[in-house]
């Protein structure tokens, strides 16, 4: 049971990227899965969230408008879509659940916005 986060990269500012989070030894179904961020230094930074039946998500301030969250059953995948990024959205991207009353986290995922 993990989660595995992929699709992070360097990436010039103004550029876009698409993370993944990919669910494997059980089924998202229907549990909320949200993305956090931590930039070196920093403490960890909540990005959003998409809740079961995904036609409910929310978003950071500091993305709203740029990131969006979506999520396909049959691949049993959440994506961050993130637009218009910028030097201040470099992090290690990872996503949570709560599983069996568990918290799974991936490992996450290296984005880095520079010129």
């Known amino acids: 049971v993990q989660l595995v986060e992929s699709g992070g990269g360097l990436v010039r500012p103004g550029g876009s990227l698409r993370l993944s989070c990919a669910a494997s030894?059980?089924?998202?179904?229907?549990?909320?899965v949200n993305w956090f961020r931590q930039a070196p230094g920093k403490d960890v930074e909540w990005v959003s969230v998409i809740y079961g039946d995904a036609s409910n998500t929310d978003y950071a301030g500091s993305v709203t408008g740029r990131f969006t969250i979506s999520r396909d059953f049959g691949k049993n995948t959440v994506y961050l879509q993130m637009n218009s990024l910028q030097s201040e959205d470099t992090a290690l991207y990872f996503c949570?659940?709560?599983?069996?009353?568990?918290?799974?986290r991936g490992q996450g995922t290296q984005v880095t916005v520079s010129s």
């Open positions: 030894g059980f089924t998202f179904g229907s549990y909320a």
């Open positions: 949570a659940t709560t599983y069996e009353l568990r918290t799974l």
